[in-house]
């Protein structure tokens, strides 16, 4: 199935976990990549990984929440590339903490990664996918439909991306342009096994974001991903949907 042949995607948070998982899915289906994260070695191994296989990708070494970085990241996939047809907004940082305990500059970093990092690259994008009718594709997560216990940052964080998500989606849907999120949970990737909880943390808590079939790998969530940036969700924009097995089912 080559549903991405000549098309051209951004994938941030390509160096690990759903990001990574997205862009060898985008990059077996056909699609052309730029690889963006801030780990340059992993993103360095991905695009091996990627031209080894046959396809084709660049990659760019940069820290989503800096200003400027995502300008500069949608001219490099223009000049190497000559347009844009999507976009995988897939970088994001987790911290954890007792709310009362939770640090200002903590607080600031998780929502100038998460949030203000994608809308910033969404708005550096959209000039190019509205030449292509293209589409964007963000991380939300089930932490944007329910309380997530020490994660106030991130859930407001994420919670704030399917806002954004919902709001270009109406915004830019005359002009043919389509914005949805993924929304996963209790899926296995390096962010969550490096999870610190707090020490007085009540663990029992935890069967609030613990799927009953199990953690699953990133790429179910990749699998999710390429429907949506595909002419398959040609007719949906502004959704949500859950890879949670079946947590808030």
């Known amino acids: 199935m080559q549903r991405f042949e000549n098309k051209v995607v951004l994938v941030t948070g390509a160096g690990a976990g759903i990001g990574r998982a997205s862009a060898l899915r985008l990059a077996a289906e056909g699609a052309s990549l730029c690889c963006a994260d801030i780990n340059e070695a992993d993103l360095l191994s991905l695009v091996d990984e990627i031209t080894s296989l046959g396809g084709r990708a660049i990659a760019q070494c940069f820290d989503i929440s800096e200003v400027g970085a995502a300008e500069r990241c949608v001219q490099l996939c223009r000049s190497e590339f000559g347009k844009l047809d999507a976009v995988v907004n897939m970088a994001g940082i987790l911290r954890f903490a007792n709310c009362h305990e939770l640090d200002l500059a903590v ?82 990737t390096n962010m ?58």
């Open 192 to 249: 969550s096994q490096g999870v610190k909880f707090p020490v007085d943390a009540d663990f029992d808590l935890l069967s609030r974001i613990t799927s009953l079939s199990g953690a699953k790998g990133p790429e179910v969530v990749a699998g999710v991903i390429a429907m949506l940036a595909s002419e398959d969700g040609c007719h949906i924009t502004g959704e949500h949907i859950r890879v949670d097995g079946g947590i808030l089912a």
């Open 107 to 188: 607080w600031e970093k998780v929502i100038s990664v998460n949030l203000s990092g994608t809308f910033m690259l969404c708005k550096a994008a959209l000039p190019e996918l509205l030449k292509t009718k293209g589409n964007i594709v963000n991380a939300a997560s089930t932490a944007s439909l329910q309380g997530l216990p020490w994660g106030v940052a991130y859930a407001a964080s994420k919670g704030g991306v399917l806002a954004l998500t919902r709001s270009i989606a109406v915004e830019y849907a005359k002009r043919g342009v389509r914005a949805n999120c993924v929304c996963p949970g209790d899926i296995n």
